[in-house]
């Protein structure tokens, strides 16, 4: 996966970091450029398991969450975050191809919820009201 370029520190402390997983690479790759694009720094995963490690490594104010993944799903690696202090605070904007109630089921703790396929300008708007610290947007 594609580490963004490395960008001045005074700039480092106004852009919002976001980490997207999921196992559809080239989706995760494609939402991961146009958030660049937007003006944020991302870093990728393909399940859980790589997720809760970059989520040691990078510090995501938010993270894009897939909810059908191999190895550690959408719904372990949301409660993982939310079980541990460090990572409890993180936003969480879960996605799938499943309808949410489906989802909720397994894991309600996350911050807004996107179904699969979504438009492009209603993530963005939705992302950029969770790193505003908007509330719960369900």
């Known amino acids: 996966m594609r580490e963004p370029p490395a960008m001045p520190r005074s700039h480092r402390q106004r852009v919002k970091t976001i980490l997207v997983v999921d196992d559809e690479l080239a989706s995760a790759e494609v939402l991961s450029l146009i958030l660049e694009e937007e003006g944020y720094r991302t870093f990728c995963a393909a399940n859980g398991q790589q997720g809760l490690a970059r989520v040691r490594d990078v510090r995501p104010h938010l993270v894009v969450l897939d909810y059908m993944m191999p190895v550690m ?10 079980a541990s202090a460090d990572t409890r605070d993180i936003r969480i904007l879960m996605n799938s191809s499943l309808p949410e109630d489906a989802v909720r089921t397994h894991f309600s703790k996350y911050d807004a919820f996107l179904r699969k396929p979504y438009n492009v300008d209603v993530a963005l708007t939705l992302i950029a009201k969770l790193l505003n610290g908007d509330q719960q947007l369900r």
């Not at 799903?73 to 939310?82: C, D, I, S, V």
Request: proline share 0%; no cysteine.
């Open 73 to 82: 799903n959408g719904a372990e690696m949301g409660a993982a975050l939310r």
